[in-house]
């Protein structure tokens, strides 16, 4: 397997790796615009956007846009993050130019036509209903607002029902003009490809379009800490989402989080699991978290339980924390937490898909390239002062804690239901 980096003469940068075991390539897209690049009058713009592309060009329609791919049994997704928006293809590889050419046209000349903005729009605006129906996602959305502090990085990436309903065609023409340009985009492609091809293909199939520079990170956010308890109407459980600012996504201690993390809730073997669950029985659903940005980072701890046990989980939650901050983890803990990462990360990279959206994150945050063995020397050598100074953020003064209970709502609905307003303190 060998990784081949190029940078076109227009400013894209180009990643692939090819893997002798598979038949298949999976190529993607990656435009650097994303919930931190927004306003937050236009909040939801990207991933509005992202969705927009899909419903044709001057070349397709919207059903041929899928159909092309899915016909060689290939297949097309996209997502958009707080920092980017991707769009990907897997297909069998002789099929490489079509995904080219099929990416190309949808990415760079889609109509943006206002009557599919309006049937766009309400695709979205179920999206966001869908989400307000799982109060395990309303409480992770507040509490992001919680510990961001108004910051984008805790602002929904799909935006709010009131400022997806009030997005003009125009915002989307703009961002669409701004960012999808060279010198603001990735290409990344893994499995049976040659790069070679993948660079000629892109030369036949991109627009002769102007390069831009890339946007601005935005500054790293103030994050908040202390607790609060709302409520929520509908659900039976008490969702406690618990957590931190910690460290983005190049810092040194990012391998010692992963460890620290992992070893706190990251399986059924895990501190949390076995303590909250296996032991006390007061949870279904418990675990650790840990996101790395571009200029910020957090980590933290959810657990789902019944309202009338959710003081017992939450006191049994901060113990552990504050057990995990005070001394670490045990020797043994480190070199089985270094085993277990060594190994997902080896069953992880089986799949091309995987191996793309690692070499796009390269590229992205500007992080050297490392092979399996060079991940897996990092692993080892986290140690236990690296993974107590990762425990550190973890500690109990630090968190920011979100308790969503179920319960009326005195002020009824409101157009936002992921919104603070929207519940009752």
């Not at 059903?63 to 991707?86: F, K, Q, S, V």
Request: hydrophobic share 40%; aromatic share 6%; with cysteine.
């Amino acid at each position: 397997m060998a990784v081949h980096r190029t940078r076109l003469e227009n400013g894209i940068t180009v990643l692939s790796e090819r893997m002798d075991s598979v038949r298949s390539v999976a190529v993607g897209f990656w435009v650097r615009q994303g919930r931190v690049h927004e306003d937050e009058a236009v909040g939801g713009v990207s991933h509005l956007l992202e969705h927009m592309v899909f419903k044709g060009t001057r070349r397709r329609s919207a059903r041929d846009l899928a159909w092309e791919l899915e016909r060689l049994g290939g297949a097309l997704d996209a997502y958009t993050t707080h920092e980017c928006t991707a769009f990907q293809a897997r297909v069998p590889a002789a099929d490489l130019g079509v995904a080219l050419d099929v990416l190309c046209d949808l990415v760079f000349r889609p109509l943006l036509e206002e009557r599919d903005l309006e049937v766009e729009r309400e695709v979205v605006l179920e999206e966001i209903a869908s989400a307000a129906e799982v109060p395990e996602d309303l409480a992770f959305e507040a509490h992001a607002r919680f510990l961001y502090g108004g910051h984008p990085y805790g602002e929904p990436v799909l935006g709010t029902r009131a400022s997806v309903g009030a997005l003009p065609l125009t915002a989307l023409a703009e961002v669409h003009g701004r960012a999808y340009r060279p010198g603001n985009i990735v290409v990344a492609a893994a499995g049976a490809v040659e790069h070679a091809a993948l660079v000629e293909g892109l030369a036949r199939w991109l627009p002769d379009r102007a390069a831009v520079p890339r946007p601005e990170d935005p500054p790293p956010p103030n994050g908040g800490s202390g607790f609060r308890r709302l409520r929520h109407a509908g659900g039976r459980q008490t969702h406690v989402v618990t957590g931190a600012p910690s460290v983005p996504y190049r810092d040194r201690l990012r391998y010692a989080i992963y460890v620290t993390s992992t070893a706190l809730g990251g399986g059924m073997s895990s501190r949390l699991f076995q303590r909250i669950r296996e032991t006390r029985g007061l949870a279904y659903s418990v675990y650790s978290f840990h996101a790395f940005h571009a200029r910020a980072g957090h980590v933290g701890a959810y657990v789902g339980t019944r309202p009338e046990t959710a003081g017992a989980a939450r006191e049994a939650l901060t113990e552990e924390l504050a057990l995990l901050a005070r001394e670490g983890l045990t020797g043994d803990e480190l070199d089985d937490t270094r085993s277990q990462l060594k190994g997902q990360f080896l069953i992880s990279l089986e799949s091309p898909v995987s191996r793309m959206n690692r070499l796009a994150g390269i590229a992205l945050y500007e992080h050297p390239y490392l092979t399996l063995d060079q991940v897996a020397a990092r692993i080892d050598e986290v140690n236990r002062a690296q993974c107590l100074e990762a425990a550190a953020y973890f500690s109990p003064e630090r968190l920011a804690t979100l308790e969503l209970s179920p319960g009326d709502d005195p002020a009824g609905s409101t157009p936002d239901p992921i919104r603070p307003s929207a519940w009752s303190e």
